[in-house]
């Protein structure tokens, strides 16, 4: 399938050339030179414009920083050049409103969009292993899988048009608020006397037991593999979370839903990259919170 590929940064790139290994023919854009000469090395071709990409696709992935680059992509260059019978396929983690509007454009076109955001990072793209949240038709849906299937371990879905991105920043409000409560414990044991690999060995087996505490472990130790062992470097980026957490909250804002924690998750990683933190893994807010932060 010849397959148009609009935003090769840390994610795209990797995910275009899984799209290639998959056996597509892959026209790939992006404003930097140097990420179409990386995409074009690992076996796609390279456009002249998102519009060049897109003639002649029967589908079409974006992956850009956030709603204003999808929206202007779209409306300046992937509509007027898309077939009817071209699916859309957005998988930038964006806004509720933004991702429902512009597949409201694509409908009343007769495209087919659906918005797919990713959960996984850079190395998930790099290996073909990131989890897609889907939101659009049902008969998108299945268009979409196979496409998706290529450059992960998961597809689901999750409803209509926008429940894909609503779904993930959902997920990501309650991983944020659930790293800060797990870092706050685990600074409260220190201070009370307990060792962190005591209270983890408690706790991991007792209610406060979660993904942040035995997964991705905010202290070095008691998990090798969580970033807390290599200084909080790689994982899931500080800044990332924060913009998916003031996604979140802008989302509950549009539609009246409490969230004082996810607000509160959002204050804290808002001063933490405030002070330098933006690169480092969030569970690195323990450092925030324990007072040994110093960016640098
Ligand atoms: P990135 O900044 O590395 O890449 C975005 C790319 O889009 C850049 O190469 C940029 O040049 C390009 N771009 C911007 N405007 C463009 C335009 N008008 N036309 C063509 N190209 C354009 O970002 P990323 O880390 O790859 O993230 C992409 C999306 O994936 C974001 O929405 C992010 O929130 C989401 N995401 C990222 C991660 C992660 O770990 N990096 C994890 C999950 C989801």
Redesign the pocket.
């Known amino acids: 399938m010849r397959i148009a590929f ?8 990797g995910m275009a050339a899984n799209l290639v290994k998959a056996g597509h023919e892959v026209a790939a ?4 030179t140097d ?1 179409i000469g990386r995409a074009v090395a690992a076996g796609c071709d390279a456009a002249r414009s ?1 519009a060049d990409a897109v003639g002649g696709a029967a589908a079409v992935v ?5 709603g204003t ?1 999808v929206a ?2 779209y409306a ?2 992937v509509f007027g050049a898309a077939a009817e019978d071209t699916l859309l396929l957005d ?4 806004d509720v409103a933004t991702a429902k509007a512009v597949a409201a454009d694509a409908a009343a076109r007769g495209q087919s969009m659906v918005d797919a ?6 190395a ?2 790099n290996a073909g292993t ?1 989890t897609f949240m889907v939101g659009g038709t049902s008969d998108a849906f299945v268009r979409a899988q196979p496409i998706l299937a290529a450059m992960g371990k998961a597809v689901l879905h999750a409803g209509a048009a926008g429940a894909g991105q609503a779904a ?1 920043i959902c997920n990501n409000l309650l991983l944020g608020a659930s790293m800060v409560a797990t870092a706050e414990a685990f600074v409260l044991a220190g201070k009370l006397g307990l060792d962190a690999q005591t209270f983890f060995d408690i706790s991991s087996k007792a209610s406060g037991q979660c993904w942040s505490m035995t997964s991705y472990c905010p202290v070095p130790g008691p998990v090798p593999a969580s970033p807390a062992n290599r200084n909080y470097d790689g994982g ?2 500080s800044a ?1 979370m924060l ?2 957490l003031k996604l979140a909250v802008e989302a509950a804002q549009a539609v009246g839903a409490a969230v004082p924690m996810g607000a509160q998750a959002e204050a804290l990683y808002q001063i933490f990259v405030g002070l330098g933190g933006a690169a480092k893994d969030f569970s690195a807010v323990t450092k925030l919170l324990d007072g040994s932060w110093s960016a640098g």
């Open positions: 609009v935003g090769l940064g840390n994610m795209g790139g854009f992006d404003l930097s990420a998102a974006t992956m850009l920083p956030a680059h202007a992509v300046d260059a998988c930038s983690t964006i955001p990713v959960s996984g990072g850079i998930a793209a990131l993930k899931f980026a990332l913009k998916d």
